[in-house]
């Protein structure tokens, strides 16, 4: 009788466990959601990151970025919101944005670092979004302090 009391209260704490797993999972996959924009008169498809946890994941870890699309990352307060390109694969350009969704503060052709030297990138104003664009993306498209971006209705 105790080992069926033991083995049953095992296999609940197991399903406790998965179970929470697969809601935190769920939840995760929920809170990142696509969406477009039109910045600097191109078509951007952007990935939302809305969330403390998906903010701090952000692109890292990802091998490559398309070139027609960028992760959004959208706070619900203006501040001096900082990056670094830790567990980066590949280069970006980084553009901050005031709550009018105007560019303040631009860093370009970012490079991946290491845990050793990763310098964090802040801006010298207060931003509520942060654009990250493959490296070269300000240049190619002639970004500069004041371009605005709009989100599109899909």
């Not at 990142?32 to 701090?56: C, D, K, M």
């Not at 070269?136 to 500069?144: P, R, S």
Request: charged letters at 10%.
């Amino acid at each position: 009788m105790k080992k069926l009391i033991v083995g049953s209260l095992l296999l609940l704490v197991a399903v406790g466990i998965l179970g929470y797993s697969w809601t935190q999972a769920q939840t995760q996959n929920q809170t990142r959601t696509n969406s477009h924009i039109i910045f600097g008169n191109v078509l951007l498809t952007v990935e939302i990151a809305n969330t403390p946890a998906a903010q701090q994941e952000g692109l890292s870890g990802r091998t490559s970025l398309a070139q027609d699309h960028g992760m959004l990352f959208v706070f619900d307060h203006e501040d001096y919101w900082g990056f670094w390109m830790i567990d980066m694969k590949f280069p970006l350009d980084i553009i901050w944005f005031n709550s009018s969704r105007q560019a303040v503060f631009i860093e370009q052709n970012l490079q991946p670092c290491t845990p050793q030297n990763c310098p964090v990138f802040t801006p010298d104003t207060k931003a509520m979004y942060v654009l990250e664009v493959n490296a070269g993306f300000v240049m190619a498209h002639q970004i500069g302090l004041g371009t605005t971006f709009t989100f599109l209705n899909t």
